[in-house]
């Protein structure tokens, strides 16, 4: 595993628009430690300042910074179809077979580079959240704190998903533009099977229920926006927004479930193409 990794993490070095991307991918994300800190000044009447406002107590904080980082994912994504487009543009991927890389090792190599890539981000977003939780919290106790870190979790299987699906894309078009385009088919396609359900089932929640068993839909309700919840956390009396934001176990089945379909055809593309 750590030669195929390293054999991956090499040829992205040398790649500089790589590089420059990986290094987007990581450090946007943060620009939640900016905001936390901004202040706004509304004509000198008073000075709104959002760590002030309790959205950076524990343990929101876990739900709204891996919420609004999970957007960023798409520099990264970038990265992923562009390995796949350069080594059918480049040859690189005929060359390392025939030095004796098999077609699995290639798969794997490129998947241990998503999880990779995953692992580190989503450790630097929980590290990133928990100092700023401490700075502004009003909550220490580690019971308090330590609650809805599984918001990291999701974070995780959810980036882990998106990017292989992005993988599965590069090798079926081997194309990065290609690749990226069709994730916007791809959310059409989805919305097409909502409409489908709902004139079968003429339910809206029947036809959510089964758009949630779908890719895109399956990794975004991994974690649900925290805007609702911000509000409640307001105005408690308002149990008409209430809804549910945990984070459930079948969630993330169904999204390692695509992850591992992803990868699958992604080998089966690369095993029965003539290269």
């Known amino acids: 595993m750590l030669r195929l990794l390293k054999l991956e993490l090499q040829k992205l070095w040398l790649n ?30 008073f000075t709104l300042e959002l760590g002030e406002l309790g959205i950076f107590n524990f343990p929101i904080i876990w739900h709204i910074t891996t919420f609004f980082a999970s957007y960023f994912k798409f520099f990264f994504a970038i990265v992923v179809v562009s390995m796949i487009g350069n080594e059918y543009s480049n040859k690189t991927l005929k060359q390392n077979l025939i030095d004796g890389l098999s077609k699995k090792e290639f798969i794997l190599s490129k998947f241990y580079t998503i999880v990779f890539f995953s692992l580190c981000a989503t450790i630097l977003i929980g590290v990133a959240s928990f100092f700023i939780g401490l700075y502004y919290s009003s909550y220490t106790e580690a019971s308090i704190i330590f609650r809805e870190i599984e918001f990291l979790l999701a974070y995780f299987v959810k980036l882990v998903g998106f990017f292989s699906l992005c993988l599965f894309f590069g090798m079926l078009l081997q194309r990065s533009a290609f690749a990226l385009g069709f994730l916007f088919v791809l959310y059409i396609i989805e919305w097409l099977v909502f409409w489908g359900a709902y004139e079968v089932f003429d339910s809206a929640d029947s036809a959510f229920k089964v758009k949630n068993f779908l890719p895109l839909e399956s990794m975004y309700k991994l974690i649900d926006q925290p805007i609702q919840r911000i509000v409640m956390t307001k105005f408690p009396e308002k149990t008409d927004i209430a809804y549910d934001y945990a984070v459930h176990w079948y969630e993330i089945a169904i999204v390692l479930g695509w992850s591992a379909i992803f990868i699958f055809l992604s080998y089966q593309l690369l095993k029965k193409r003539d290269l």
Do not use: D, E, M, Y
Not at 20 to 32: G, N
């Open 16 to 45: 500089k628009v790589s590089r420059i991307l990986i290094f987007v991918s990581f450090i946007l994300p943060f620009t939640v430690l900016v905001l936390s800190s901004i202040k706004i000044n509304f004509f000198g009447f």
